[in-house]
């Protein structure tokens, strides 16, 4: 189900026949880097991976991470970007990861800014927070160039390694 189109993208709901592309990205060397080893091997790795994660969200909150593609004729699959509500934040958190080959492109501007206006707009939130690993340097930037502010450093629940946290509140 299509939930948003940028000017380049299109945001829609992941589905199982979208595991090939899952597997690629969760093995990406800056996924595994600033995200983490999910231990994602296989398609049907994969395919559980969306099932019990993002396609869960949806049906429980009616949002969660989104399939991030160009609006080309391929329907070229880049990354993912949505909103997902994790254990240990209050708020619901905007995350985002694209496929090495595809950062420093706008993809993720356009992808993250749309998605916070999505939040604000469309699901009237009235905080969204992100949070990254303290060296993921791009991340951070993003997030401010999307109007998020720093906020601090936090631990979540099962996690020893502090994250960035950032925030942003509307009226």
């Not at 969660?64 to 909103?83: Q, R, S, V, Y």
């Not at 749309?114 to 930037?141: C, H, P, Y």
Request: proline share 3%.
């Amino acid at each position: 189900m299509k939930v948003m189109e940028t000017e380049r993208l299109t945001l829609r709901w992941l589905t199982p026949e979208d595991a090939e592309f899952i597997l690629e990205l969760l093995n990406d060397p800056s996924w595994v880097r600033f995200i983490g080893d999910r231990g994602i091997r296989a398609i049907e790795d994969a395919r559980n991976y969306i099932v019990a994660g993002p396609m869960e969200m949806y049906s429980r909150l009616g949002f969660g991470l989104f399939m991030t593609e160009l609006k080309d004729e391929a329907k070229t699959p880049l990354g993912i970007c949505g909103l997902i509500k994790r254990d240990g934040l209050d708020d619901v958190d905007l995350g985002f990861a694209f496929l090495s080959r595809y950062q420093a492109k706008g993809y993720g501007f356009e992808a993250a800014s749309a998605t916070l206006e999505f939040g604000k707009e469309q699901l009237g939130l009235k905080r969204i927070v992100a949070i990254t690993s303290e060296d993921n340097v791009g991340s951070a930037r993003l997030l401010e160039k999307i109007g998020m502010k720093f906020e601090g450093m936090i631990k979540l629940p099962h996690d020893a390694e502090e994250l960035k946290l950032f925030g942003a509140n509307f009226k």
